[in-house]
Nanobody, 116 residues
Framework: QVQLVESGGGFVQPGGSRRLSCAAS????????MNWYRQAPGKERELVAFITGAGGRTNYANSVKGRFTISRDNAKNTVYLQMNSLKPEDTAVYYC?????????WGKGTLVTVSS
């Protein structure tokens, strides 16, 4: 079955950086696009970044464009989210998402807290 396991969350000061990882299993990873979402306290879950299966195309929410970079290593079945110049409003639980054959699969999320 499809499994997604996020890691890399934690506490970071404003202006700092953090790299999130999502290890995927249970499907042919390189055949599918991957997404990172986030959900801040009291807010709806929002799409942060998208990457195609081969990694040739990416897209970002306007709020993170220029600061976050999504990438993937298909040999390791892992997708990454490099987050730079973090702001307090980036505080959220970050979720890895895999749209596979008409189903949306989610990891359990990893919490990123940006605070001084």
């Amino acid at each position: 079955q499809v499994q997604l396991v996020e890691s890399g969350g934690g506490f970071v000061q404003p202006g700092g950086s953090r790299r999130l990882s999502c290890a995927a299993s249970g499907f042919t990873f390189s055949n599918y696009a991957m997404n990172w979402y986030r959900q801040a306290p009291g807010k709806e879950r929002e799409l942060v970044a998208f990457i195609t299966g081969a990694g040739g195309r990416t897209n970002y929410a306007n709020s993170v464009k220029g600061r976050f970079t999504i990438s993937r290593d298909n040999a390791k079945n892992t997708v990454y989210l490099q987050m730079n110049s973090l702001k307090p409003e980036d505080t959220a639980v970050y979720y890895c998402n895999a749209p596979v054959d008409g189903m949306f699969y989610w990891g359990k999320g990893t919490l990123v807290t940006v605070s001084s």
